[in-house]
């Protein structure tokens, strides 16, 4: 079984979640942080999915070049969450080139020292990246893997033959997805757990 889903931050305002979830978003994950701290859409829009009963997950774009910057980055989504529930867990964003610089190795140590952070915190952590990363510089960690992979003529169009096909927990299919209670475009996602 699988579900369809969206992730949002900030670049899509503050959606209208009552109509999200009639069009039929089964889940969401939402931006809670960047470089300049807590996403200015995130209580907006955590509000509004645990208002329509919409499983959630939060991720964070990582900018860490070292362990102590990871564990740092995990510490402040750990303070914003504040023990908050999460359905679909926490999810690090690694997709930065200055991260792929430094070698897959120092990537993945990076990625570790966020993910036990957030473990020792209560919630599930997972890795989002595009399917070059997974292959090239961080696949194979003991974590759930969300990857992103769509067509150059990307039109919100779910095509299945692209499918990354290396064991993920989700898919993004598309970042030019239109959502009933959203203007303009947004990430849509398949999910291959049902979250109830």
């Not at 996403?39 to 102590?68: M, Q, W």
């Not at 696949?139 to 033959?161: C, E």
Request: hydrophobic share 35%; with cysteine.
């Amino acid at each position: 079984m699988s579900m369809k889903g969206i992730d949002v931050s900030s670049y899509q305002k503050k959606p209208d979640w009552a109509k999200v979830k009639k069009s039929g978003v089964r889940f969401a994950i939402l931006r809670i942080m960047n470089s300049k701290g807590k996403d200015t859409s995130f209580e907006h829009n955590y509000k509004g999915c645990r208002a329509e009963g919409i499983p959630v997950g939060v991720y964070r774009f990582s900018y860490a070049l070292s362990e102590a910057q990871a564990r740092a980055e995990a510490e402040a989504v750990l303070k914003e969450l504040a023990g908050r529930d999460l359905e679909m867990g926490v999810w690090l964003d690694l997709e930065w080139s200055k991260q792929r610089a430094l070698g897959k190795r120092k990537v993945k140590k990076i990625a570790e020292a966020f993910m036990k952070v957030i473990r020792k915190g209560g919630y599930e952590c997972g890795i989002y990246c595009n399917r070059d990363w997974y292959i090239n510089v961080c696949g194979g960690l003991n974590a759930k893997y969300w990857i992103a992979r769509y067509p150059a003529a990307d039109n919100g169009t779910l095509k299945s033959g692209l499918k990354p096909h290396l064991g993920e927990a989700g898919w993004q299919y598309s970042s030019k997805g239109k959502v009933s209670g959203i203007a303009g475009n947004v990430d849509l996602d398949i999910w291959y757990e049902e979250k109830t």
